[in-house]
Structure formats: C-alpha cells, structure tokens
C-alpha cells in the first residue's frame, strides 16, 4: 500500500470528525429553533478550562481497519497474508479509532454560575472564544436537556 493511500485514508478520517456538532453557547441545533427556552440571570463565579472527548463513529475504526487490512496483506504469501491482513485491520481499527477521538477533540470551559436565587449552576460548553470571567453578569439558557451560558 502506497504512502498516498494511508495519507488519503487518515485525511477523509479528519475530515468527517470535522464535521462534529459545535457544543459552545452560540451552537443550537436545528431542533431547538423556534423553540422557548427557559432564561436565568446570574453572576460568573469561576471559569476553568476543559477537554471535551472527541468523536467516537465507526468511520475511525472502518477507515483504520481498511488501511490496516490492505497494508497487512502485501505481507508474505498464502496464509501468512491473510494474518497479516487480519492483525493488520485489528490494529488498524484500533489506531482509527484513537486517531479520530484525538483529532475531533476540542477545547471547552466550564463555566460555573450564580443564579440570582443563591443556587449555584456549572456548565461545561465548547470554547469559543467567548471569554467569561468572575463577577460578570451572565444568561443562563436551559431547553429540555441543554443548558447554556451566554451574554
């Protein structure tokens, strides 16, 4: 298997983890448009940095797998190509897999607040960019499941 090959595989791997949904608090999907959302006001307390996991789809594994596969079985002759192909797709699928979480992982902030009634409130969101600091008056947006912080 050329070098070209490998580096066309790991590309397209890169290239669809890229498309992972934004978790910051200026993402919304499509479904939570036209939609109400419950709205509190509070007061940042603190604000730590994060690593949100990346991706975790087939596409790594499959992808990895396939460049394994192919690589392994231009290893040695008869029996011993198709082992070869078959540790090969393993390892393969494994290194994919590892290669898709860590490029699809992304940098996030936890943002811990408190609401004007005394309670306190901690949301992790995507960094983007949006730099929270303590005493700052923030919103708080809550959905059925999604909360977020925003200005």
Do not use: H, W
Not at 40 to 60: D, H
Not at 129 to 147: I, K, Q, S, Y
């Amino acid at each position: 298997m050329s070098l070209r090959a490998v580096t066309a595989a790991l590309a397209a791997v890169l290239l669809l983890g890229g498309c992972a949904q934004g978790l910051g608090g200026g993402a919304y999907s499509r479904t939570e448009a036209r939609r109400a959302m419950t709205v509190q006001f509070g007061t940042v307390e603190s604000v730590r940095a994060v690593q949100l996991e990346g991706t975790k789809t087939p596409i790594g594994s499959v992808a990895g797998a396939a460049v394994g596969g192919i690589a392994g079985s231009s290893v040695g002759g008869g029996r011993g190509a198709a082992a070869a192909a078959v540790i090969g797709a393993v390892a393969g699928g494994v290194a994919g897999a590892a290669i898709e979480e860590g490029a699809t992982r992304t940098r996030g902030v936890e943002v811990t607040v408190r609401l004007d009634n005394g309670q306190f409130l901690a949301v992790v969101q995507a960094d983007e960019g949006e730099t929270f600091r303590a005493g700052e008056r923030v919103r708080v947006l809550r959905d059925a499941g999604t909360v977020r912080v925003s200005r």
